[in-house]
């Protein structure tokens, strides 16, 4: 039971993860001070290693333990 209630966490968590990547995406292309710029990269980055750890534990490569 436990674990179909986190697949469905998980299936939401991934997507509202997937709309801000194309959130910051955007204001990616629209920012002009580099400084800006970096940051924007560094919270994408991070919200792919995110998914990246969906992908692992909904593929069965990662074990959550409650």
């Given amino acids: 039971m436990f674990f179909f209630i986190l ?9 509202v993860i997937k709309t ?7 204001r990616k292309d629209k920012v002009m001070i ?4 970096d940051d924007l990269w560094t919270k994408i980055e991070t919200l792919q290693w995110v ?3 969906i992908f692992a ?3 069965g490569q990662m074990v959550v333990i409650p």
């Fill in 20 to 26: 801000m990547i194309r959130d910051l995406e955007k």
């Fill in 7 to 15: 697949l469905n966490v998980i299936d939401g968590l991934e997507g």
């Fill in 51 to 53: 998914l990246y750890v």
């Fill in 57 to 59: 534990i909904r593929n």
């Fill in 34 to 37: 580099r400084s800006d710029t």
